[in-house]
């Protein structure tokens, strides 16, 4: 599925997704990646929702995003509710989402200039 418009220079973007790999600007990713508008993070550990944990959330709070979006494959999984809530005790907001809706929806924000962290996962046994 091909996401992108005409962008405007100065933030990443996913440009398009498929099952198997996202592309990010001109980069085909196919493992996990963490992707906010100033910066990508290739081979994030996190693979499949079970996975995010708390240590994976504490990681994500430290980079202080507003708003986590995290895609968690071709379907939408929810992860272990602990480490949910430790992003929300932070103020910080997340929302689970199938990873095309997540790219889809950073798009959107990342556009508005908002610090948006897109935290994608790629190539777990669960896909399917």
């Known amino acids: 599925m ?3 418009h005409e962008r405007p ?10 099952p198997t790999h996202i592309t990010v600007v001109d980069r085909v990713l ?5 992707l906010m508008p100033d910066r990508l993070v290739e081979d994030w550990p996190v693979q499949r929702p079970e996975d995010f944990d ?3 959330a504490e990681a994500l709070a430290a980079m202080q995003p507003e708003v986590v979006l995290l895609g968690t494959g071709q379907r939408q999984v929810f992860p ?3 480490a949910q809530v430790a992003l929300l005790r932070r103020r910080i907001g997340i929302e689970v989402m199938d990873n095309a809706a997540a790219c889809r929806t950073y798009n959107l924000l990342a556009g508005e200039g908002r610090r948006v962290l897109a935290a ?3 190539g777990g046994a669960a896909e399917g």
């Open 120 to 122: 994608v996962m790629l």
């Open 9 to 18: 220079e100065g933030y990443l973007f996913f440009r398009s997704a498929s």
């Open 2 to 4: 091909d996401l992108s």
């Open 30 to 34: 196919e493992r996990s990646f963490l």
């Open 54 to 56: 708390l240590a994976a």
């Open 80 to 82: 272990p509710r602990e």
